[in-house]
């Protein structure tokens, strides 16, 4: 029956482009490299030009008020280089709290055509949120029951994660499945521990398997610009 179904809207859709005077829709081009993200095996967003000549990951995590500076200082720059097409971007969460978290969670949330502009607002609002969330945590974490799903939609909610969410087109029920996925929420959590057996805070920066020494957007600039001349 499915199968049939299928074959039938298939076969509308072919009558109505034949039909007279209509023409079939053009093909849309290719999105811009700064647009193309992709995701990797283990979950985690890439953006940028697949063919790169350097891929630099990035472990952050979005309570990390250095993680924010960098965010911001990065922006103009790094936004330039992937779209030269010359480097992508793999982040990489290296989640900290519960708190932490929740914005990892929102962030997946939103897909990702809209991933990488959600964690963007993610980090230039964290003084906002972070406030909020924590002061929530203190003083109703003790009290809240249920699935570890549930009760950190509570904390998104109450931060305001949830409302950045719903700007990047999260609505209710999605949200409400994205922190019910268990195995998709744990995969953050395996992630974040698997980072931390790697780095020792954040951010962190590698190309490949090279260690980067830089934690900062000044000290990291010069180096990616060595490596693009190399």
């Known amino acids: ?14 009558v109505a482009l034949a039909a007279p005077g209509r023409r079939p ?18 979950g985690y967003f890439v953006r940028g030009n697949p063919a790169a000549k350097l891929r630099l990951i990035e472990y952050g995590s979005f309570t990390c008020p250095h993680c924010a500076a960098f965010a911001a200082e990065s922006k103009a720059g790094l936004n330039a280089l992937i779209v030269s097409g010359k480097l ?21 949330c939103t897909g990702p055509a ?11 609002e964290q ?34 994660l949830s409302a950045i969410g719903a700007r990047y087109g999260v609505t209710p029920a999605k949200l409400a499945a994205c922190f019910a996925d268990a195995r998709a929420n744990q995969k953050l959590v395996a992630n974040a521990e698997a980072a931390f057996k790697r780095i020792n805070g954040t ?18 600039e010069p180096l990616l610009t060595a490596k693009l001349k190399g």
């Open 203 to 220: 951010p962190t920066f590698f190309l490949g398997d090279e260690k980067l020494d830089a934690g900062d957007w000044a000290r990291l």
């Open 25 to 42: 829709p053009a093909p849309r081009p290719p999105a811009p490299a700064a647009q193309r993200v992709s995701v990797t095996p283990e």
């Open 1 to 14: 029956m499915k199968f049939a179904l299928g074959a039938l809207a298939l076969l509308a859709a072919s």
């Open 127 to 160: 003084p906002r949120w972070f406030d909020k969330g924590a002061a929530f945590i203190n003083a109703e974490g003790p009290k809240l029951t249920g699935p570890i799903g549930a009760r950190l939609r509570k904390v998104a909610d109450a931060a305001g």
């Open 88 to 108: 992508s971007l793999e982040y990489r969460p290296a989640l900290r709290d519960q708190l932490d978290l929740a914005a990892a969670i929102v962030a997946r």
């Open 114 to 124: 809209r991933y990488f502009q959600a964690t963007e607002t993610i980090f230039a």
